[in-house]
């Protein structure tokens, strides 16, 4: 059977894999100091600056070329896919009319299974916002996943399931106290918190309970969906609010954190830790032992940009955690939601029309009948850079601009950035959106413009 072609743009800055002792994912930005000064902590890990493989190969070839600017080359759809589970979804999407999502639910059993291998001393925590499906929950479920959720809407759905309480974590730190009360009266015991007025909350509301208290941490400008500004709180603040939560009944029993979703520099992983590690230590000399450490979730899946293996990432990680704990792990929680279900996932879209804006003009704007408000919020700013798969005929073309169906003029996928697809595409023709598994569908619950919430359908 002749294999089917797409094309992909890959992006010139990318991480490299390297077999040094500290593997690097592009440039990390300084650690803060700020808390150093005032208390003793970890000496600072050294940070290398990689120069990309393509440039050492070719400098003369990228010369003038900026982060806006990318390479492209052709590129086949089973680079994402193998081929027993792209001719089963294949199968399942000639089946239906776009807009639409297919999940794979045996790529997420595979991912499941390679996670606990690699992460063998951590609990998963899958995070139901990335995709909330029934399912993907059950699947889930019946691996033995824990969960962790973000509201009493997720608790319901959770427990409806037949999952015990003991096997959730209440991960968002903002929450109502009558939410608190809820998830408290049905079972939960874990939250994190990074507040003064979370935690007073959840001492009336939720006695006794555990609490992790999570930490801002350095690494927004290598992820791709930056988390650190919303969530979490500063260290010295945090171990203030660790000694509070003691002195109101709770039991704060560890430190949570998040590098940032599709984080492509490991090295964010070791400060995070390092952080840490100096808020255990303090602690332990104001009487406070600790001994759970929540590292959230962050690990890249395979969009445009590479990234290292999830091993290299596990092997690192883990070395860190040694490194910093070398007596002995405390309880480890991995929170993982976009590198469990993003890559079961393709989101089929149906060319509306292709135009031009002046008689004059190079670009084409071609709309689709989904768009940022339709399953590809991750889109705005151009923040996820989909691989786009096309059965339309011509060669690959970086002239179009990529938009949604809605009168919304932010309704816009990419503009700046250009993902190259068939010159000859035209209404009709199908645009597949690869490793779209995750924070797709769950964005879309209602009918903005009258657009129904995109359906999706499962190959089990």
């Not at 059950?138 to 608790?155: H, K, N, P, Q, W």
């Not at 490991?266 to 390092?274: F, Q």
């Amino acid at each position: 059977m002749m294999r089917e072609t797409c094309y992909i743009v890959y992006s010139l800055y990318h991480t490299v894999d390297c077999t040094s002792r500290r593997i690097v994912s592009g440039t990390c930005p300084p650690q803060s100091t700020a808390a150093s000064e005032t208390r003793p902590g970890p000496l600072p890990r050294i940070r290398l600056s990689v120069t990309p493989r393509a440039l050492k190969k070719h400098p003369a070839r990228h010369n003038n070329v900026t982060r806006k600017d990318t390479a492209r080359m052709l590129k086949d759809v089973y680079d994402y896919y193998s081929h027993d589970d792209w001719t089963q979804m294949k199968a399942e999407m000639d089946r239906h009319e776009t807009p639409f999502l297919i999940v794979n639910l045996n790529i997420i059993r595979r991912n499941y299974e390679a996670l606990r291998n690699l992460y063998p001393f951590a609990h998963i925590y899958y995070a139901v916002k990335a995709n909330p499906a029934p399912e993907v929950l059950t699947v889930l479920r019946d691996m033995g996943s824990c969960f962790d959720i973000a509201s009493v809407y997720e608790l319901d759905q959770i427990l409806a399931l037949g999952v015990s309480p003991d096997r959730i974590s209440y991960g968002n730190t903002i929450k109502k106290a009558k939410d608190i009360a809820y998830a408290y009266g049905r079972g939960v015991r874990l939250f994190t918190t990074d507040s003064e007025a979370d935690i007073r909350n959840l001492a009336q509301y939720a006695p006794g309970s555990r609490v992790a208290c999570r930490i801002l941490t350095e690494g927004g400008e290598t992820a791709e969906w930056p988390l650190s500004r919303k969530f979490g709180c500063h260290p010295d603040l945090a171990i203030d609010l660790i000694m509070l939560a003691k002195g109101l009944g709770l039991n704060p029993c560890g430190v949570s954190f998040h590098v940032g979703s599709q984080q492509r520099d490991i090295g964010a992983w070791d400060s995070a830790i390092s952080k840490v590690r100096y808020i255990f230590d303090y602690l332990a000399g104001q009487g406070v032992s600790l001994s759970l450490v929540n590292m959230g979730g962050g690990f890249p899946v395979k969009y445009i940009s590479k990234t290292s293996t999830p091993r290299v990432y596990a092997e690192e990680i883990t070395r860190y955690l040694n490194e910093d704990f070398p007596n002995g792990l405390p309880e480890i929680i991995l929170e993982p939601g976009r590198s469990l279900v993003a890559e079961s996932g393709v989101l089929v879209t149906e060319v509306v029309l292709v135009s031009k804006k002046s008689n004059v003009g190079v670009d084409k704007w071609v709309y689709l009948d989904t768009g940022l408000f339709n399953g590809l919020i991750e889109t705005i700013g151009e923040s996820i850079k989909y691989p786009l798969y096309s059965d339309a005929e011509g060669n690959p073309s970086d002239n179009f601009v990529i938009a949604g169906p809605t009168c919304d003029s932010q309704d816009i996928m990419y503009e700046k950035f250009r993902n190259a697809l068939p010159s000859g595409i035209k209404p009709g023709n199908r645009i597949y959106w690869l490793t779209t598994g995750a924070y797709t569908a769950s964005y879309c619950a209602v009918c903005f413009n009258g657009f129904p919430p995109l359906k999706t359908y499962f190959v089990k």
